[in-house]
Structure formats: structure tokens, C-alpha cells
């Protein structure tokens, strides 16, 4: 709101609900402005300019007894009775007893809902504790109503105060909880058994060079012979026995203990990533890399 005048009222959609926020704030803006300390014409000239086309229109239709002329008091009630339809007492009552808190709203905005039905009840001292009742139990979340429940909340303020706390508690913990990933041990442990050629990664890669490279003098378990690290003649061969792919015949592992080593024969093209994965599984079987 500035001091220039406030927005025309908005005729379309709930008129009196519409006029009501209107008339505040042209009230608070005679306050601000101190018109209100002004001459009871002014001010009523002042509402007529600000109320838009539609609400001179409507100010046509009214007649005044002489002495209600240029009353701001009869002009604004004069438009609290065109705006405002007859009240149903059971409607409104009704409206309030089945409040419920929808998908699109959170608990504050719920709260502000009930509280403005609850003004056209006509409830007296009973409202606030009324209201309590029913926001608790309006409020969609059976967690956050459980927690109310068992607190031993005496006004509607704290209930409110209480309940949105909750709710915010839940949405910052749900925002942690999406940027935590779950448990990699397992998964991780599961792509080394099923996709042992993606898991070699470039520390490990180092790490089996060195320990390799101090190895020179071993026989290789691959072709039977004596060679520098990664230069094993029978990398990339089928064996002759088995059918299976990186070593010779003389080293084949279904001579020496009759294990089927087919499960190794997707390793077909000459990566190094899939060469390093064999590397790994015959010194793993020589005890030479450490549990």
C-alpha cells in the first residue's frame, strides 16, 4: 500500500469476501494518511474515487435521509449491507465443523482458513477452543496429529505454533534426506562380483603395477613362463584345452584342478581395464594382494 490510494475493489469471485479486505484497507489508508482527521465529506469523497466504476455504480443506488449525507459511518454501512448476502448461521457452522486441511495447503495456511470461517459462527467464548479442536482434527498428516495429541497444548496458539513446527521439522528432514544417498558397501561390493571390469579403477591400477613390478621373476600362471608385468605372451589366446581366452594350454587351471574357468571368457577384447581384472584374479589366487 502507498499513500497514492489503494487498488480499485475487485468485483469478480467472492464479493464479500472481496469488500471486506477492501474496506480495511482504505480504513487504514484514511489512518495513514490522517484524511481520517479530515471532514467526514472528504473522506466520503475520498472512498467514491478509490472504489473503482463498478462501486460508483453501485453508490447510485443508494438513498440517503438528509441527515446521512456525507456520513462516512452510513456510506460504509451502506455498502456492508449491498456486499454482504444474509447470513446462514447453519451453513457457516457447517462450513467450519468440516474443515479440512487440503493437498495445496500447509498447516499455517489451514490455520488462517479456519480461523476466518470460524468469525461468521457466532461462537462467543466457545470459538478459540472450537477451533483448536477441529484444526487438530482437519490436519491431514496422522503423525503430526498423534504428536498434538499427546501434548497437553491448552490454547489455539500453541497448537498452531506447534503443529507448523512439526511440519517444518518433516519438510527440512525430507530436503536432507534426498541429498543422502543410500548405503554404497553393499552395492559396491555387488558390482566388484558382477562387473569386476568396471570396478578396476586408476588407484588400483597403480596399485597392482607396483606390487606386479616386484614379481618379474615369477613364473606366470597365464603361459608358465617368466615375464615383465602386462607382457604375458598369452594374453589375448585361446586355450587349447578349455577354449578359454589369456592363457596357454601348460597353464590351463582345468589340468590342475579341474575348475571350469569359462566364466572369464567374456574378457574378449584387449582392454587393459579387462586385462588388469585377470592380472588381479591370479594374484588375488597367489595370496599376493592382502585381504
Known amino acids: ?30 489512518v495513514a494518511t490522517e484524511i481520517s482527521k479530515k471532514a467526514h465529506e472528504t473522506q466520503c469523497a475520498q472512498l467514491l474515487t478509490l472504489i473503482g466504476d463498478e462501486g460508483m455504480r453501485i453508490y447510485n443506488t443508494f438513498t440517503f435521509l438528509e441527515e446521512e449525507k456525507n456520513n462516512l459511518e452510513v456510506l460504509l454501512t451502506k455498502y456492508d449491507n449491498h456486499f454482504t448476502p444474509k447470513k446462514n448461521l447453519i451453513y457457516e ?142 594374453f589375448g589366446k585361446i586355450c587349447a584345452t578349455c577354449g578359454g581366452y589369456n592363457h596357454f594350454s601348460s597353464a590351463c587351471y582345468s589340468k590342475k584342478n579341474n575348475r571350469d574357468r569359462r566364466s572369464v571368457h567374456a574378457i574378449g577384447d584387449n582392454s587393459e581395464e579387462e586385462f588388469l581384472y585377470v592380472e588381479a584374479i591370479d594374484m588375488i589366487s597367489n595370496n599376493v594382494l592382502s585381504p
Request: proline residues 3%.
Open 1 to 30: 500500500m502507498d499513500f497514492k490510494g489503494v487498488p480499485p475493489m475487485e468485483m469478480p469471485g467472492n464479493v464479500s469476501e472481496n469488500w471486506k479486505f477492501w474496506k480495511q484497507r482504505f480504513t487504514t489508508y484514511l
Open 93 to 234: 457452522r457447517h462450513q467450519l465443523l468440516t474443515s479440512k486441511q487440503t493437498e495445496f495447503e500447509n498447516i499455517e495456511q489451514f490455520s488462517v482458513r479456519v480461523k476466518n470461517i470460524s468469525l461468521h459462527c457466532e461462537l462467543g467464548e466457545l470459538r478459540e477452543s472450537l477451533v483448536k479442536d477441529i484444526l487438530i482434527c482437519g490436519i491431514k498428516s496422522n503423525e503430526i496429529r498423534e504428536k498434538l495429541l499427546q501434548d497437553d497444548l491448552v490454547t489455539l496458539e500453541e497448537v498452531i505454533k506447534k503443529a507448523v513446527y512439526i511440519e517444518k521439522t518433516k519438510e527440512r528432514n525430507m530436503a536432507i534426506s534426498s541429498y543422502m544417498e543410500p548405503g554404497t558397501s553393499d552395492l559396491n561390493v555387488d558390482k566388484v562380483n558382477k562387473n569386476p571390469s568396471r570396478d578396476v579403477s586408476g588407484e588400483s591400477r597403480q596399485k597392482f603395477a607396483t606390487q606386479r613390478q616386484g614379481n618379474n621373476n615369477q613364473e606366470c600362471k597365464k603361459c608358465s613362463y617368466k615375464h615383465d608385468f602386462r607382457k604375458c605372451p598369452a
